[in-house]
C-alpha cells in the first residue's frame, strides 16, 4: 500500500520560512517524479514545484521562484520543499504527489498559514 506523509506544516508570520517535508512508503521512490502542489480556499489547486527521479531538474510556478527549493532524499524515501520569504498568498494546505507513468499518488495535504 502507497502512502505519503507530509509534515512541517503550520503558523509563520510574514517573511518567516518553513521546511515540509514528504516520508513515501510502499513505491520504489527513487523511481518516481515527485512533486509539491497547494491548494488555497476556494482555488483550484496548483503546481508548486517538482523534482525528477534523480533529483537533476526541478521545475517551480513563477510565484515560488527564488523563494522555494524542492529536494529529495532517495535514501530517505523523503522529498522537501523549503519555502522562504513567505507571503500571505502562499497560505494553502500543500500536497506532495508521486507520479510515475500512469500511477500517481497523493498525500493527505499538511496546512501552511501565512499571517501577522
Known amino acids: 500500500q502507497v502512502q505519503l506523509v507530509e509534515s512541517g506544516g503550520g503558523l509563520v508570520q510574514p517573511g518567516g520560512s518553513l521546511r515540509l517535508s514528504c516520508v513515501a512508503s510502499?513505491?520504489?521512490?527513487?523511481?518516481?517524479?515527485m512533486s509539491w502542489y497547494r491548494q488555497a480556499p476556494g482555488k483550484e489547486r496548483e503546481l508548486v514545484a517538482g523534482?525528477?527521479?534523480?533529483?537533476?531538474?526541478?521545475n517551480y510556478a513563477d510565484s515560488v521562484k527564488g523563494r522555494f527549493t524542492i529536494s529529495r532524499d532517495n535514501a530517505k524515501n523523503t522529498v522537501y520543499l523549503q519555502m522562504n520569504s513567505l507571503e500571505p498568498e502562499d497560505t494553502a494546505v500543500y500536497y506532495c504527489?508521486?507520479?510515475?507513468?500512469?500511477?500517481?499518488?497523493w498525500g493527505q495535504g499538511t496546512q501552511v498559514t501565512v499571517s501577522s
Open positions: 504527489r508521486a507520479h510515475l507513468v500512469s500511477m500517481r499518488y
Open positions: 510502499g513505491l520504489t521512490f527513487s523511481m518516481y517524479f
Open positions: 523534482i525528477t527521479s534523480v533529483g537533476g531538474s526541478t
